[in-house]
């Protein structure tokens, strides 16, 4: 090593205040950590059904803000790494399986390079592959996205460019606890002020080796429910009109693309409303929590000190099968033969920043075993990734019952052994060093 490497190394090390594992190569090496962006509309222009509500049957009836697609491409070396946000519910019904034959056939990435997560707007299209329950225009909407997914992907790795990373983090009050506890003890969806909820709002922001801002990608646990059944217009709910209105205080061209945290059990303050209230002086309250979440996350922007001037990055899936229970029960009974439940779980490092996606919803406790027991120093849990199936609550919480559990698929060990999973695979990133 020369003299002068050695010093940027040293220089290097020092700038790790900021929580990133930097390289001694240097941003200019083969261990340059290069990023590229791309943003597309995704606003269906049919009428279509909107999924997230059982009893909402009609179609959808207009548009409030648009909906988008945001893909950040991470390739250091013969290593890649997708990571796309998409304003939509999720990938459930085997979409997600649909998306990925299309992304490995035409772009070569497998399972473990692609972290596709969902925004879990309940206003949005529902995705369907099935032709004869799924309305022509949602199975044509289903189809298009998967070419403007692949189209998207291919963008955002054709205009990969060396990047500084910084990590932020700070808190936000916009989501807060729904299992409300009634006076004779049962739980229902409201609001529990009271309850669990992991409020960290977590960034990481990479910025063009000029120092201008490419790209930021932050992570908080709410729903995206703000607006209920009877609302008819499409919308990124508070989650989609937080990631804009960032996008349009930063300015530029910068993309800022949200993940969403063990949210099973929180909901944004205000929830299920009829729909985007006007009135003199009113502020919509999903425009309003919106702006709150998009306040949090520059705060968080804002608290950055240093940019490495790279980071190492990895990742690994699995798939395990979890114990099953019938839907509508809190606790399995004897003698019930469930088969188990596949989960999918996807484990990413950049620099000291850990990922963690699974395709369930997971609740706030199993989030926060997950950070906790992660060697990382910070780690982004993301939910509705990768597919999606239903809630995962911890084992603990059967006993209490309300709607998260008895919906839920999995039997009460489920969690625990998800849970490990998780750990075993971030601390297998952490022990490979950055090295595949
Ligand atoms: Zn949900």
């Known amino acids: 090593?020369?003299?002068?490497?050695?010093?940027r190394c040293f220089l290097l090390i020092l700038v790790v205040v900021?929580?990133?594992?930097?390289?001694?190569?240097?941003?200019?090496?083969?261990?340059?950590?290069?990023?590229?962006?791309?943003?597309?509309?995704?606003?269906?222009?049919?009428?279509?059904?909107?999924?997230?509500?059982?009893s909402r049957k009609d179609l959808s009836t207009g548009v409030h803000d648009p909906l988008f697609l945001?893909?950040?491409?991470?390739?250091?070396?013969?290593?890649?790494?997708?990571v796309v946000s998409i304003d939509n519910l999720g990938f459930y019904r085997g979409t997600y399986e649909?998306?990925?034959?299309?992304?490995?056939?035409?772009?070569?990435?497998?399972?473990?390079?692609?972290?596709?997560?969902?925004?879990?707007?309940?206003?949005a299209p529902t995705l369907t592959i099935d032709e004869e329950e799924g309305h022509p225009n949602n199975l044509a909407y289903t189809k298009n996205l998967r070419g403007v997914l692949i189209d998207t992907i291919r963008e955002a790795e054709s205009n990969l460019q060396p990047v500084r990373v910084g990590v932020g983090w700070g808190e936000s009050a916009v989501g807060v606890n729904r299992r409300e506890q009634r006076p004779n003890g049962s739980v229902t969806l409201g609001r529990n002020p009271q309850g669990v909820h992991d409020s960290e709002?977590?960034?990481?922001?990479?910025?063009?080796?000029?120092g201008t801002p490419l790209v930021s990608i932050y992570d908080y646990a709410t729903h995206a429910t703000s607006l209920g059944n009877r609302n008819y217009v499409i919308s990124g709910d508070?989650?989609?009109?937080?990631?804009?209105?960032?996008?349009?205080?930063?300015?530029?061209?910068?993309?800022?693309?949200?993940?969403v945290g063990a949210s099973g059990d929180i909901d944004p303050w205000y929830r299920v409303l009829p729909g985007f209230r006007s009135g003199k002086g009113w502020v919509p309250e999903t425009e309003l929590l919106g702006q709150l979440l998009a306040t949090d996350v520059v705060h968080a922007l804002e608290r950055i000190e240093e940019y490495a001037e790279t980071a190492t990055f990895d990742s690994v899936a699995s798939q395990i099968l979890l114990p099953g229970k019938k839907r509508g029960q809190s606790i399995p009974e004897d003698g019930d033969d469930v088969p188990d439940v596949p989960l999918n779980l996807i484990a990413a490092r950049i620099g000291d920043v850990g990922f963690l996606g699974m395709s369930a919803e997971v609740l706030t406790e199993v989030g926060w075993a997950i950070k906790r027991g992660s060697p990382f120093d910070r780690t982004m849990i993301v939910t509705h990734c990768n597919g999606a199936r239903g809630y995962l609550p911890p084992a603990h919480r059967y006993k209490e019952?309300?709607?998260?559990?008895?919906?839920?698929?999995?039997?009460?060990?489920?969690?625990?052994?998800?849970v490990k999973e998780a750990l075993r695979l971030l601390h297998d990133l952490k022990r490979?060093?950055?090295?595949?």
């Open 201 to 210: 709002v977590l960034v990481l922001d990479f910025q063009k080796a000029d």
């Open 432 to 436: 490979a060093q950055g090295e595949k």
């Open 238 to 259: 508070l989650i989609g009109i937080a990631s804009s209105k960032v996008e349009e205080i930063r300015g530029g061209d910068v993309i800022v693309a949200a993940l």
């Open 98 to 123: 649909y998306m990925m034959e299309g992304i490995t056939a035409k772009l070569g990435l497998s399972t473990e390079e692609v972290i596709l997560a969902a925004i879990h707007t309940h206003s």
């Open 1 to 7: 090593m020369k003299a002068t490497s050695q010093l």
């Open 401 to 418: 019952g309300g709607y998260e559990i008895e919906t839920s698929p999995y039997a009460p060990g489920a969690a625990d052994r998800a």
């Open 70 to 82: 945001r893909v950040t491409a991470f390739q250091q070396g013969n290593s890649r790494l997708v």
């Open 18 to 54: 900021s929580g990133l594992a930097a390289t001694c190569a240097g941003a200019a090496g083969s261990d340059a950590l290069m990023v590229g962006v791309s943003k597309v509309d995704i606003t269906p222009e049919k009428p279509v059904q909107m999924m997230g509500y059982a």
